[in-house]
């Protein structure tokens, strides 16, 4: 199936199975490998996409359902001054230790202060609460998006 979407701003037409996930698509197809694969299941979040802004699971994400829409990846994103304040914040905050939940969590964060520029620290836990971290107890998570919020005043 032929399908039609933006990827990172730029205008993609690829021939497709509707039910690929667009996890895969993303990273064998396109070779976007910030996009990781935990579960496979929509528990762990460590494959978060924006998919028209708000933050999706791409392992649950069938291409079939992707036409027409603006997929946004950690490197389409990183050109970004909004990333950039993320990307400081989270390394003053110690926010990333091995690393492997980060994508997600900072295409998480760019969903959340979109919609939400000054989240209260229960709106941060609740956005937060689909993407899994093993390593560094959440806290020093909570507290990189916090700065985050603070510091990028204006940008979101
Ligand atoms: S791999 Fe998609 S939510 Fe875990
Ligand atoms: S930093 Fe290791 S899983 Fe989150």
Same mark, same amino acid.
């Given at each position: ?10 205008p993609q ?5 509707? @039910? +690929? +996930? ?14 990781k ?5 929509g528990?762990c979040? *460590? ?7 708000k *933050?999706?699971?791409s392992?649950?994400?069938? *291409?079939?359902n ?15 001054? &909004?990333?950039?304040?993320i ?5 003053? @905050? ?13 295409m @998480?964060?760019e ?22 971290? +093993? ?5 020093m998570?909570?507290?990189?998006? &916090?700065?985050? *919020?603070? +510091?990028?005043k204006?940008?979101?």
């Open positions: 199936m032929k399908i039609e979407f933006i990827l990172n701003d730029k037409t690829i021939d497709v199975h509707p @039910a +690929r +996930r667009l996890l895969d698509l993303l990273r064998e197809d396109f070779g976007l490998t910030s996009v694969e935990g579960c496979g299941e528990e979040g *460590a494959c978060v996409v924006l998919m028209n802004g *933050a999706v699971n392992c649950l994400v069938p *291409a079939g992707i036409i027409g829409n603006s997929i946004q990846t950690l490197e389409g994103f990183k050109t970004t001054e &909004r990333y950039k304040v990307e400081k914040c989270f390394l003053e @905050a110690g926010s990333v230790q091995c690393g492997f939940c980060t994508p997600g969590i900072v @998480a964060t969903s959340l202060l979109s919609e939400n520029p000054h989240p209260t620290d229960d709106e941060i836990k609740e956005s937060l609460s689909g993407n899994l971290c +093993r390593c560094t107890g959440y806290n998570i909570f507290k990189g998006i &916090r700065l985050a *919020a603070e +510091r990028g204006g940008l979101w």
